[in-house]
């Protein structure tokens, strides 16, 4: 009797998880960037205190929107490869947005001088949206868009400076 008891339990707990990993709904459900594949128009506060939207973008250039954290050793180490690279990057605006505060975000916007380079815009997004808009599980998050502002690759985590330039040279 006991035995029955053990294999009805481990029948319905086997029943209950693989429906929970077939579930249609998760298995369709796209981030929100796949679902809306432009430029997301969240405020965003540059280190001056100004708000800006993808509104205030230029319009007809690629754009690379940047996630990024400010103690993210990745995101440091491709800030200074696109640095020693930006001239491959004229043609490109650079949308540099952190989830991280405006003080700590001008820390790092000093620190590489961002100042000195008109294609990157810098900005502080504290709400965290753009984190959920793009289901962001690593940084940095990078996200390519044609020069209609739509959507033409996401990547996440360790990338290189080719990769997003084979993208954007497309």
């Known amino acids: ?3 029955r008891h ?3 339990v481990i029948f319905c707990c086997l029943s209950i998880f693989s429906q929970a990993q077939t579930s249609p709904a998760s298995s369709t459900t796209k ?11 969240f405020p965003m506060t540059l280190p001056d205190g100004h708000v800006i939207t993808k509104n205030d973008l230029k319009k007809n250039v ?4 940047f996630v990024f954290s400010v103690d993210c ?6 800030t200074e490869e696109m640095l020693q690279n930006i001239d491959k990057f004229k043609n490109t605006q650079v949308l ?3 989830p991280f505060k405006v003080d700590q975000m001008k820390e790092y916007y000093e620190q590489y001088k961002i ?9 502080s997004e504290p709400t965290r949206q753009i984190m959920y808009f793009y289901d962001l599980h690593y940084f940095p998050g990078l996200f390519i868009y044609d020069k209609k ?11 290189k400076v080719d990769t997003l330039l084979s993208y954007l040279n497309k």
């Open 73 to 78: 050793d990745h995101c440091k180490h491709l």
């Open 6 to 8: 053990v294999f009805l």
């Open 149 to 159: 502002h739509q959507l033409v690759k996401g990547l996440e985590g360790d990338v």
């Open 62 to 65: 690629k754009t690379l929107v």
């Open 31 to 41: 981030p929100a960037y796949l679902q809306y594949p432009i430029i997301p128009a």
């Open 115 to 123: 100042k000195d380079y008109p294609n990157i815009i810098m900005a």
């Open 1 to 3: 009797m006991r035995l």
């Open 96 to 98: 540099m947005v952190t």
